[in-house]
């Protein structure tokens, strides 16, 4: 199979020479191995019972092959991130240790300071190959982006998209193989991943439940509470936070849940902002996949499939495709991705590119195909506030051009969106 190139590959071809050791971190099936396999001369594949065996009985023999070395599923054996932790310190020849994993190994040494992660998500529309990027959001970051360009892609693509996913092993697969693929990407997760995480689910349909719950405020800072309501309709004793902490917490270190953090200003512009995440899958594929959603209910607008506090669930999967382009893409932009809700809920920015300075890009994301006022309401608000300290805004859409507002504001179908 040919190699898709992705975005990450960058970020590696920048940095990983002159850094000793490298962490690529995601989800499982997001393609990490294949990335990682490209850079290595020497292989380590844990998750290969002879491996592991031998990294058990000798967790310093993964530092010995011939450099660059790969250890894949590194977790499975979590000796080994100390023996690169200590190989490090010893040797600070960048471009020695590739490691991947889906998994974060309880009780292991921080890495920080020696071995450097990098999230690796599912696949953008870029990669899939179905747009071509006229929009860069690194020129948005400089103040230096031409804001032009066409795309035919339409509402049912991004329909599609969704259902369809970012994994790529399932990319050329039939529809009825690629929902069937999701489901067993789920169930895997609480079958397997969950005990290999150290936590046996003795109740895999009520998790299944609260995932279902849990995908349904996509794109929500829903509460615990709600959403435990959600997963446990119709009965009467409800499980408590003690009791149901654990789940979210694997679910989080297995990279399935990928939520956005509330941004928290280092100058005090605004007062009493929510602390609340934003709720997201690492991919929209996954929360359709749990809702029973296809691409054709979500552009019929199917009544069935209800709302989040009056929000159409196909708007709050176009915007967690959004987040899942916007979190990739800073990456090389070195950005941190998190979202803006006053206290009272009266202002809300879905998310905020932070540079390390402080300065931001302020974006909403919008199911619509043209910009309107109401739209960018609330990034006007937000320029009121802090000033020059916003550097653009954007609202990212499923029109067919890309513009500059009367407002300023740069619209920007998200086909037409890039690095």
Do not use: C
């Amino acid at each position: 199979m040919t190699y898709i190139l992705r975005h990450v590959d960058a970020f590696l071809d920048e940095h990983f020479h002159s850094l000793p050791a490298m962490l690529l971190d995601g989800p499982k099936a997001v393609g990490k191995s294949s990335t990682a396999r490209r850079r290595a001369k020497s292989v380590y594949d844990l998750s290969s019972p002879r491996s592991r065996e031998l990294a058990l009985a000798d967790g310093e023999l993964v530092t010995k092959g011939e450099k660059p070395v790969f250890i894949d599923e590194w977790q499975r054996v979590p000796e080994v991130w100390d023996a690169i932790r200590n190989a490090v310190d010893h040797d600070h020849t960048g471009g020695s240790f590739l490691l991947a994993g889906s998994a974060d190994a309880p009780g292991t040494h921080s890495g920080a300071g020696r071995i450097v992660s990098v999230r690796m998500r599912p696949m953008t529309l870029i990669e899939r190959g179905l747009t071509q990027p006229t929009v860069s959001l690194g020129a948005l970051k400089m103040a230096t982006a031409t804001v032009e360009g066409e795309t035919a892609f339409n509402l049912p693509n991004y329909a599609t998209a969704i259902v369809r996913g970012g994994f790529p092993g399932m990319q050329a697969l039939p529809r009825g193989a690629i929902e069937l693929q999701l489901e067993g990407y789920l169930q895997r997760v609480i079958d397997r991943d969950f005990p290999e995480a150290g936590l046996a689910v003795r109740r895999p349909a009520s998790l299944m439940a609260w995932l279902r719950s849990f995908a349904a405020a996509s794109a929500t800072t829903a509460s615990w509470e709600s959403i435990r309501d959600g997963a446990t309709a119709g009965s009467i004793e409800k499980p408590s936070r003690t009791a149901t902490t654990p789940y979210v917490e694997i679910l989080k270190r297995l990279r399935v849940v990928d939520d956005i953090e509330a941004w928290l200003p280092s100058q005090n512009f605004l007062n009493r902002i929510s602390q609340s995440p934003k709720h997201f899958l690492v991919d929209p594929a996954l929360a359709a996949s749990l809702l029973g959603i296809s691409s054709a209910s979500l552009v019929s607008g199917d009544d069935s499939l209800g709302s989040y506090q009056g929000s159409p669930i196909f708007g709050r999967l176009f915007e967690n495709l959004v987040a899942l382009h916007l979190q990739t893409f800073a990456i090389n932009n070195r950005l941190k991705v998190r979202h803006l809700r006053t206290g009272n809920g009266e202002h809300e920015v879905d998310f905020i590119l932070e540079q390390p300075d402080g300065r931001f890009i302020a974006v909403e994301a919008k199911l619509n195909g043209v910009v309107t006022d109401s739209d960018q309401k609330h990034l006007m608000w937000l320029k009121d506030k802090v000033g020059d300290q916003m550097i653009d805004a954007v609202v990212i859409n499923t029109g067919q051009y890309a513009y500059r507002t009367k407002q300023g504001v740069a619209a920007v179908p998200l086909a037409l969106l890039g690095p």
